[in-house]
């Protein structure tokens, strides 16, 4: 069983974190990370959730609502909080699928916001991608916001980082074809896209698209049909239509139950 929590600090607070911890929100995401192997070390609970919080082996601080929104430096409504470990960051090579099986990695290298990034990688784990690769900066995957919009995706969907646009190479050798998704009137409609088993798809940031830098490794540029007037998508929206068009080709997934 895991030790109570100890500390009567504000737990989201950078300088207590220092990057080393995981701030989880409401039990769905205290689960995934249990599930994902994530080392739970402290759980903050109103007394309704004590024994959900035991029965999962973990040994929380109850306390009332009120409490937990102190301890954790604003409102908080969701019964259960919690600190994990931060899990080791995974090297590039372990997350690229190798062989020759169907597979579709979404590149983010430029996203900037960590509400997008968390929506983009709920969609990803919705549709099948096998990965995300980010850039060498922007937001952490692993942030409170990003975990809290992916719903916990972040935290079983394997990521890595890119550390220059030449690594996305690695998947060119894997047997992927880099298409970059772009607005321009030059680039393939996804409607007439003849997407190869094996693809990954290059999303650039909410403001600016794509720069040529990580543009340039990609042999392919596949674009959205714009109507009604608007000229963009959102990165993660944008991102799930072409996961989707991809997935609805491969027949994978499932259909939804019918109605009674």
């Not at 220092?18 to 205290?30: D, I, P, T, Y």
């Not at 990965?131 to 060498?136: F, S």
Request: with cysteine; proline share 7%; hydrophobic share 45%.
């Amino acid at each position: 069983m895991r030790r109570a929590a100890s500390r009567d600090v504000p737990i989201l607070d950078a300088r207590a974190r220092e990057g080393a911890l995981v701030a989880l929100e409401g039990g769905f995401l205290v689960e995934r990370a249990v599930a994902a192997g994530l080392d739970v070390e402290e759980v903050y609970c109103v007394p309704a959730r004590a024994d959900w919080a035991r029965e999962r082996g973990l040994e929380p601080r109850v306390m009332a609502e009120a409490d937990i929104s102190r301890v954790a430096g604003y409102r908080f409504h969701r019964g259960v909080l919690a600190l994990a470990r931060r899990p080791s960051q995974a090297p590039l090579e372990s997350v690229v699928p190798e062989g020759a099986s169907p597979s579709v990695v979404l590149a983010l290298p430029e996203i900037g916001d960590p509400e997008n990034l968390g929506s983009s990688f709920r969609a990803a784990a919705a549709l099948g991608a096998s990965a995300v690769l980010l850039g060498p900066s922007g937001p952490d995957p692993l942030s409170r916001r990003a975990l809290r919009v992916s719903m916990g995706a972040s935290l079983s969907l394997p990521w890595a980082r890119l550390g220059t646009p030449a690594d996305l190479r690695l998947l060119e050798t894997r047997g992927f074809e880099l298409a970059a998704c772009v607005l321009d009137p030059g680039a393939v409609d996804i409607r007439g896209w003849e997407a190869p088993d094996r693809v990954a798809l290059v999303l650039g940031n909410e403001a600016f698209g794509l720069s040529e830098r990580w543009l340039e490794p990609c042999g392919k540029r596949v674009t959205l049909p714009m109507l009604g007037g608007a000229d963009s998508l959102n990165v993660s929206t944008a991102a799930a239509v072409f996961l989707y068009e991809l997935a609805r080709r491969s027949g994978r997934g499932r259909a939804a139950a019918p109605e009674a």
